[in-house]
């Protein structure tokens, strides 16, 4: 077969082929894009799925860090409790001890003397306890004292008990067991105070569980009348601190107590029920007075 060597024959047989050529090629172009679309979209679930694996991985990462964070914090603040609590506790067997050698030192024989209490100095807790009543006695001496002494005839005025712990917190040995006593008692309320412990009540409630009933008459005065524990009154209230003393050893029993805000007593059913006989006759004293 010859082949033509005319030019316009080559051209038609070129558009020929092109014409059967260029939509094979098209073709093929069209499926390499699509090929290359669904490359990239498995590639981008590829990173997706990587991507969500990392995400999990940090989640849990975080969650173990917050973990491991959160027991480090738990362990910090059982450590600082228990070394709160270690020196608390140590600072009550100090405080008792410190109570015991001031009676001991200034007014045991004192104590000996007064038939109104007895006079057991063996344990630290009995020297407190005798120390402590043989000072309320002498609060109820101040009171007569005062009331017929200083203003005498045959109606003298009573002293109320102001006067009467002002007497005793400053004379002589009495004092100085007072001052001394009101002194380091004030360094545990402090330790209390200045200390992070959420859960301060708990303390303030076992440090006056430990008093007896003459150191919490004590305190209920000082408090009244001091200057050291003015602060405490809140406390007090708040927390009922006073919720076991037995009232019936203070001056004015219902007037004192009227002093403190009633949560002081706590759930005391003797002190609500005199307290509510108080405020009635109160009550009724200033309604005959108006009428």
Known sequence: MDISSKPEIWGAFGDFIGGILNPFLSFAAFISVLIT???????????????????????????ELKRSADAQNIQIETAKLQNFESTFFNLLNRFESQVAHLIRVYIAEDVGKDSNVPSKFELDRDTRYCGFEHLRYELYKYQEYYSSEQYGGEDPERCDSKKSYDGISNQGHHCIVLNSYFMHFKFIIDFIEESDISDKRKYYRVLFSELTNGELIFVFYQVLYGTALVELKVEIEKYSLFEYIGYRGLIDNAFDLSKYNMTAYGNNKAIKTNMEYYFKEKSNKNLKRDS
């Open 37 to 63: 679309v669904f490359m990239q979209q498995a590639q981008l679930k590829q990173n997706e799925k990587q991507l969500e694996m990392t995400r999990s991985e940090l989640t849990l990462s975080t969650e």
